[in-house]
């Protein structure tokens, strides 16, 4: 037990009150000094100008025998509070608090610190600090501490402190100093305590109704302090707040609220004073809030972050106006643990073969890693956000990037982008992505543990960022022509994507532990811290099953020894020796929409690849073709034959006019003759003689 400890009375015990809180200030062979410290009642006198506080700091002082206080603490009638305070009970508000670091240094125009209740006009000298006055009143008790031994050795501690309060330099208030003396004693190593009541200052309520009629705040500049109404009373507040509830409403400024409510609610008039200006009346002289009345009362029954919900609306209230609750990071400790999914749109509008078409635009669906922040899955559509793109990116992420890049004509290597497995928490808006198809997983019943809100980016955070950003320009509208088709757009876009995974900024995702192994603060660093430590959730499913759930199913037809869809044949070694045997008309199969250079043909129950093979040699990158450009180019090919064969009899009837012209016969105009024909008979003979002596066109 040390001086200043806080002893709880349990039990009567001489002048002790049970439950009481005493504080041992000093004992010796004789007795021991007790410290009681509470707050006296103290009522305003009708002559007082001012507003006293209600209540002020006081210390009574207590002996005890010192075999009485040893018998007390071994019976437990006297026993250390479990909860020792720190500060005199009057400053319990404010434990904990550093006010003293605070910027609450007043200017020379402040009259009192913000804190405080209403200290002496010596106690507040303009421009103080906190820690002044604490330096004062440490000075006036120097000389008063240093001696405190001899005070307590006195037969009446109490009236020796008072004493020594008279003979200061310059004098001070006994009961003050001798309050101040024992709250030192109390709390020897804590200056705060010597704090004045700083903090209560304004506690009392504006709203009592004693203060209905009475005007606060200062007055108007050229108005005078009794231009408006009062409105302190309860039912003028109510009647306030029952306006802005009725006229409130999502996208309306407080102003048009205000507006709507003076003529709606209160009767309000527009008229002109004597000076010409406009201002608000109430023809039948009825009291009405000003607008910063009106304002007053609604932020301070509401609050400004209800009024700005209601008005803002909760989304952007949230984006703009609310506190960050952390980060999505903080709930995951594994690799692929949750992946957020997301398409957005491509700044460029890609263009045809002939590098002139405008063609729809490219969308990008990328999976994120709430984890690392890294880019797990791509998938692409053409023209609009689509379940074939959340299904692409998941496939990506199921088949591992290596395999899925490939696909585009794309080599990556592992160590560019390392990870391979479906997470077991995809998180999607409520677009397209939440269809059951694109959510299909191991278990073909994997479902979709979170959901976010539609129309709430926010709330989809972690693959919002990981989208590419563009600067806004200012002026007319412009758009951007690549003079990429899409399959190259989607080859800039996976670049992009392994770009991003090794240069983003991660830096406030590094744990320590990260931090001393040197991993660099990108989201492939850490992907790969992770993966060498095992901390992984993502699931392996088998490429064929990938394969079925998340491709797009399509019909082939079987010819020439090849599976053709829209006019490409498709061929392979195992497709070949499978139609030796069998002659099927139709073969089912599986494409990725955006690049059919490979697909996968079901036979007899397995999967079998076969690869986009031209009639003739060609450029590669026509070999991968989208779907929707393959069946583009069947319609375009079917108006091509058709114009061919109007063509071809407009060339058979040039060609028959030229024989007719020419010969004076047209081409296979022959007589049909029976028998056969006999090349060594007479009239064959004398045939070919006259045929040699006609004249030819152009012989001489």
């Excluded at 543990?449 to 563009?470: F, K, L, W």
């Excluded at 590094?510 to 993502?538: C, D, K, Q, Y």
């Excluded at 003759?673 to 006999?678: D, E, I, Q, T």
């Amino acid at each position: 037990m040390k001086i200043g400890t806080a002893l709880e009375v349990r039990e009567p015990l001489a002048t002790l009150q049970p439950g009481a809180i005493y504080h041992l200030v000093w004992r010796d062979d004789v007795r021991a000094l007790l410290v009681h410290l509470f707050e006296r009642r103290q009522a305003n006198t009708s002559r007082s100008k001012s507003k006293r506080p209600p209540t002020r700091p006081a210390a009574q002082l207590h002996f005890l025998e010192a075999s009485a206080f040893e018998s007390a603490l071994r019976t437990q009638q006297l026993a250390p509070c479990a909860e020792q305070p720190t500060l005199p009970p009057w400053h319990q508000g404010i434990e904990g608090v550093d006010l003293l670091s605070l910027h609450l240094s007043r200017d020379s125009s402040s009259a009192t610190p913000r804190l405080g209740g209403e200290p002496s006009a010596t106690d507040r000298p303009k421009g103080r600090t906190l820690q002044d006055y604490i330096n004062h009143r440490e000075e006036v008790l120097a000389d008063t501490w240093l001696h405190r031994r001899e005070v307590f050795s006195m037969r009446d501690p109490d009236q020796e402190v008072k004493r020594r309060a008279r003979t200061a330099t310059p004098p001070q208030n006994e009961e003050r100093f001798r309050v101040w003396f024992w709250v030192k004693c109390c709390f020897p190593a804590t200056g705060l305590a010597l704090l004045p009541t700083f903090h209560r200052v304004g506690s009392w309520s504006r709203g009592d109704q004693k203060y209905a009629q009475t005007k606060f705040g200062r007055k108007a500049a050229d108005l005078g302090r009794h231009h408006t109404s009062p409105m302190n009373a309860p039912e003028d507040i109510q009647r306030i707040l029952d306006a802005y509830r009725r006229h409130q409403a999502l996208g309306k400024s407080l102003s048009r609220i205000y507006a709507h409510a003076m003529v709606a609610s209160y009767g309000c008039v527009r008229q002109r004073d004597p000076k010409g200006r406009a201002i608000v009346v109430q023809p039948e002289g009825r009291p009405f809030p000003t607008y910063d009345q009106f304002r007053y009362r609604v932020y301070q029954a509401l609050g400004k972050q209800r009024v700005a919900h209601d008005l803002l609306g909760a989304v952007r209230y949230r984006r703009s106006k609310a506190v960050s609750e952390g980060q999505y990071s903080q709930g995951c400790v594994y690799l692929s643990e949750s992946v957020a999914y997301d398409a957005a749109f491509v700044e460029e509008i890609p263009c045809g073969l002939d590098r002139k078409t405008e063609l729809q635009r490219l969308v990008v669906t990328e999976g994120v890693c709430k984890t690392s922040g890294m880019v797990v899955g791509i998938g692409f559509s053409l023209g609009s956000e689509s379940q074939a793109g959340y299904q692409g990116a998941r496939f990506c992420e199921a088949i591992g990037p290596r395999a899925y890049c490939r696909l585009f004509g794309i080599e990556v290597t592992e160590a560019e982008w390392p990870t391979v497995g479906l997470s077991a928490q995809p998180v999607t808006d409520r677009g397209p992505g939440s269809s059951l198809a694109a959510r299909l997983g191991p278990t073909k019943t994997q479902p979709i543990r979170t959901m976010v809100p539609s129309y709430t980016p926010q709330s989809n955070g972690s693959v919002e960022a990981a989208h590419d950003r563009s600067v806004k320009i200012e002026g007319p509208p412009r758009r951007i022509v690549s003079r990429s088709t899409p399959y190259e757009l989607i080859k800039h876009e996976i670049l992009r994507v392994i770009e991003r995974n090794q240069t983003g900024d991660m830096r406030n995702r590094l744990t320590p532990e990260m931090v001393h192994e040197g991993v660099l603060p990108n989201p492939l660093s850490i992907a790969r811290f992770l993966l060498r430590r095992g901390r992984t959730l993502a699931q392996s499913i088998g490429f064929d099953d990938a394969v079925r759930q998340m491709l797009t199913p399509v019909q082939f037809n079987c010819s020439a020894g090849a599976a053709e869809l829209y006019g490409h044949r498709f061929r392979s070694k195992a497709l070949n020796a499978w139609l030796a045997e069998h002659q099927p008309r139709r073969l089912r199969g599986y494409v990725l929409e955006l690049a059919v250079h490979y697909a996968w043909l079901d036979l007899d129950g397995r999967l079998v690849e076969v690869v986009n093979t031209p009639a003739i040699r060609t450029n590669r990158d026509l070999t991968y073709p989208s779907l929707l450009e393959m069946k583009e180019d069947v319609q375009l090919k079917r108006r091509l034959v058709t114009e061919s064969r109007w063509e071809a009899h407009a060339h058979r009837v040039h060609s028959s006019w030229c024989a007719l012209e020419e010969t004076g016969s047209m081409i296979k105009d022959g007589r049909r003759l029976s028998g056969r024909a006999k090349p060594g008979c007479r009239s064959a003979v004398e045939g070919a003689d006259e045929f040699r002596l006609i004249p030819r066109r152009g012989a001489r």
